[in-house]
């Protein structure tokens, strides 16, 4: 991953992590469903973004990265209830989207969105997964809570990358 951390954009950044990250875990996108990802990343990747207007001193909604982050805090039950809020409030917006805008050049983009939904959430769980191990000793121990708690293959793909599990070993027959 040296490679693109040396990239000259946020952009290409994203752009090359994704490619690398649906590579790995093998799902198929439209070039145009990549660009859309790409560009939603980076622009989520400035802090202001993540928030909604405050109106009278308090937030409109809450943003689904900070639903995302407060459930892998969260007990397995309470952590399955706030994915499921998460996983509906993003299928609603991308049907939604799709059907405003039929003739729109996106429309495909987010008809892929919807049906690749589960996919692309693990696809973007390993992108924030890598950004963490890589922001230092606290964001690497995160990711090793929510592995631990959860034993997810593509945060255990992660943590193998930086060194801080071992490779599994093959198994001889």
């Known amino acids: 991953m040296s490679q693109l951390v040396m990239s000259g954009s946020l952009k290409e950044f994203f752009r090359l992590l994704l490619g690398e990250v649906v590579q790995r875990q093998r799902v198929s996108l439209a070039e145009i469903t990549e660009f859309y990802v790409v560009n939603l990343l980076s622009e989520y990747a400035t802090a202001e973004k993540l928030f909604t207007a405050e109106l009278e001193g308090k937030k409109d909604a809450e943003p689904l990265a900070v639903l ?8 397995r039950e309470q952590r399955i209830r706030t994915l499921k809020q998460l996983g509906d409030q993003s299928l609603y917006t991308a049907a939604a989207i799709a059907d405003l805008a039929p003739s729109s050049t996106f429309t495909s983009v987010y008809l892929e969105l919807d049906q690749k939904f589960a996919s692309l959430v693990d696809v973007l769980k390993e992108i924030a997964a890598r950004g963490q191990v890589a922001s230092g000793p606290k964001g690497q ?19 193998i990358d930086v060194g801080m599990l071992p490779k599994k070993k093959l198994l001889a027959n």
């Not at 995302?68 to 007990?75: E, F, G, M, P, V």
């Not at 959860?150 to 943590?159: F, Q």
């Open 68 to 75: 995302y982050t407060r459930a892998l805090q969260q007990d």
């Open 141 to 159: 121990m995160q990711v090793f809570e929510a592995w631990s708690k959860t034993g997810d293959a593509h945060l255990e793909s992660v943590l």
